[in-house]
């Protein structure tokens, strides 16, 4: 079955970086779009970033220029680098794996962003 094993989370200090990355298996990999969703306690789940197939990128406007989404599709992961972390990043980040009427979740990793 397809499988989304997200890692890299943990405690971060304003300014810092981190890099997310996400482990797929069970599943074409290089065929799906993937993204990176996050939710902050009490609010919705929101996208941060998707790179398509094609390694096309879009980001949420509140992290342009300071995320970067990538993937390799050798290792069957995908990877969401951080930089310049604001106490608003923290959230549970979650993966996402997506292609027609299929869609795949991982199980989220927690960023705290907190000195």
């Known amino acids: 079955q397809v499988q989304l094993v997200e890692s890299g989370g943990g405690l971060v200090q304003p300014g810092g970086s981190l890099r997310l990355s996400c482990a797929a298996s069970?599943?074409?990999?290089?065929?799906?779009?993937m993204g990176w969703y996050r939710q902050a306690p009490g609010k919705e789940r929101e996208l941060v970033a998707i790179?398509?197939?094609?390694?096309?990128?879009n980001y949420a406007d509140s992290v342009k220029g300071r995320f970067t989404i990538s993937r390799d599709n050798a290792k069957n992961t995908v990877y969401l680098q951080m930089t310049s972390l604001k106490p608003e990043d923290m959230a549970v980040y979650y993966c996402?794996?997506?292609?027609?009427?299929?869609?795949?979740w991982g199980q989220g990793t927690q960023v705290t962003v907190s000195s």
């Open positions: 996402n794996a997506f292609r027609a009427r299929y869609e795949y």
């Open positions: 069970g599943m074409i990999f290089s065929i799906y779009h």
């Open positions: 790179i398509t197939n094609g390694d096309g990128t």
